[in-house]
Nanobody, 120 residues
Framework: QVQVVESGGGWVQAGGSLRLSCAAS????????IGWYRQSPGEQRELVAT???????KYADSVKGRITISRDNAKNTAFLEMNSLKPADTAVYYC??????????????WGQGTQVTVSP
């Protein structure tokens, strides 16, 4: 099992910045990818950004140029730097970790979610 612990988030005015952190710990043969999804009330969960163990990144079109994901492989930790935040970024942000649980099996583990609120 892998434990996923998120930190960061909170309240900020439009145009401001926030930083989220996500740390994975526990039994794993290796972490493939770490990323964040977000979900606002009445909306489907959407991918925000993800980074694999080679450093390749993927972003939602709505956040490109404003949000940067990075990773510390040695610590199984990822960071989401969010700048120029907009009210539309308001959501609960969920970190996920894709972990190799055996030589032939992968699993996805989720954090508890952290609220990001951007006021106009």
């Amino acid at each position: 099992q892998v434990q996923v612990v998120e930190s960061g988030g909170g309240w900020v005015q439009a145009g401001g910045s926030l930083r989220l952190s996500c740390a994975a710990s526990g039994s794993t043969f290796g972490i493939l990818a770490i990323g964040w999804y977000r979900q606002s009330p009445g909306e489907q969960r959407e991918l925000v950004a993800t980074i694999d163990n080679s450093g390749r990144t993927k972003y939602a079109d709505s956040v490109k140029g404003r949000i940067t994901i990075s990773r510390d492989n040695a610590k199984n930790t990822a960071f989401l730097e969010m700048n120029s935040l907009k009210p539309a970024d308001t959501a609960v942000y969920y970190c996920y970790v894709q972990s190799k649980q055996s030589p032939s099996a992968w699993a996805t583990f989720w954090g508890q979610g952290t609220q990001v609120t951007v006021s106009p």
